[in-house]
């Protein structure tokens, strides 16, 4: 049978009907499998960190492949199935985890490495360790890739969990997302969102491979996308008026925020990271308008003002937040930082 013939047996024999609501379109082309394989770069030491397995075609291709395959799935028939197609299979190097991705909380003790808490899941009166991340004897190998087929509405979360939020980063992610999705996360100047810059400022996205809608059952109604997204080794460090960088510490990872995370800013640094932001949200407020009306208005400043900070950095006073590359927030930054903040 080919895959389109497994995937309905399946759901009939388990009496499975794929939820739009969930973004349950099983991917039904082989070769696209491959391409999932071959852009996550796999080595036979790591661990993946799957999410949204499905019915398992993927999580098989991983297994064969890497050390440890953790499959997230939130749907607990299809983390059934997948439980047993593996065992039947005779696949022992795949945990199924039957949660939500979202409510992951990526836990790595520093001052003691023996002690396994890689990540919880806090909510529940039975808290799960799951021991997979780490090397306790050499907590730089501390390291997982992310292979993940996300439906729209949390793929704004989700970023901001593994590029944010968590200390210790993936590697690189593979992501299947809405083409729509995947073209505004890897924007050039012109096209620029917030969620663009957001994205930028921690990683490097690149849209790998477009997928028809086609290559889906039950068919979605739109177009996919393989997006390759690799943080960055090195951060950009936010200083009045100079830009630098900042290399990422080896014993500890900071934590940075994205403009809309709520909640205690953890450690000192991230303040820098949260007066940027600031500004892009300010810049990017009305889409109608000029960035020097949407920073004016932001920062209760004159229109005048704003643009004579544009032109003091180089930029046209008539420039549009789309037009801003990374660089270009972080030179603007450095004068409103130097000034205002």
């Given at each position: 049978m080919n895959l389109l013939e497994q995937t309905k047996e399946l759901c009939r024999l388990y009496n499975i009907k794929p939820a739009r609501s969930k973004g349950q379109n099983f991917l039904i082309k082989e070769e696209i499998y491959d391409k999932i394989i071959e852009t996550a770069e796999l080595k036979p030491d790591d661990v993946v960190l799957e999410v949204g397995p499905g019915l398992g075609f993927l999580t098989v291709k991983l297994a064969a492949r890497v050390k440890k395959v953790i499959a997230v799935e939130l749907d607990d028939k299809l983390s059934g199935v997948l439980k047993k197609s593996l065992l039947n299979d005779n696949v022992k190097n795949v945990e199924v985890v039957n949660e939500n991705i979202l409510d992951f909380n990526f836990q790595f003790p520093i001052s003691n490495f023996q002690t396994i808490s890689n990540f919880q899941f806090p909510n529940k009166s039975?808290?799960?360790?799951?021991?997979?991340?780490?090397d306790p004897n050499n907590p730089k190998n501390s390291k997982f890739k992310v292979v993940a087929n996300l439906p729209y509405n949390i793929t704004s979360i989700f970023l901001r969990k593994f590029l944010a939020e968590i200390e210790y980063k993936p590697e690189l992610m593979v992501l299947m997302l809405q083409q729509e999705v995947a073209e505004r996360l890897t924007a050039k100047p012109g096209k620029m969102s917030l969620l663009a810059v957001s994205v930028q400022f921690y990683a490097e996205p690149e849209i790998i491979d477009y997928v028809a809608k086609e290559n889906f059952w039950p068919q979605p109604e739109v177009d996919s996308a393989i997006i390759k997204i690799k943080p960055h080794l090195r951060l950009p460090l936010l200083t009045g008026g100079i830009n630098k960088v900042l290399p990422l510490a080896k014993e500890e990872t900071p934590s940075f925020v994205l403009p809309l995370i709520k909640g205690e800013i953890k450690r000192g640094c991230v303040d820098k990271e949260r007066d940027f932001f600031?500004?892009?949200?300010?810049?990017?407020?009305?889409?109608?308008?000029?960035?020097?009306?949407?920073?004016?208005?932001?920062?209760?400043?004159?229109?005048?003002?704003?643009?004579?900070?544009?032109?003091?950095?180089?930029?046209?006073?008539k420039i549009r937040a789309e037009e801003l590359a990374v660089e270009d927030w972080l030179k603007l930054f450095g004068e409103f930082r130097q000034n205002m903040l």
């Open positions: 039975k808290i799960q360790n799951l021991n997979n991340f780490k600031r500004l892009v949200k300010f810049g990017f407020s009305s889409k109608r308008k000029m960035l020097k009306n949407n920073l004016a208005a932001g920062y209760k400043i004159s229109s005048q003002m704003a643009e004579n900070k544009l032109k003091k950095v180089g930029f046209n006073p």
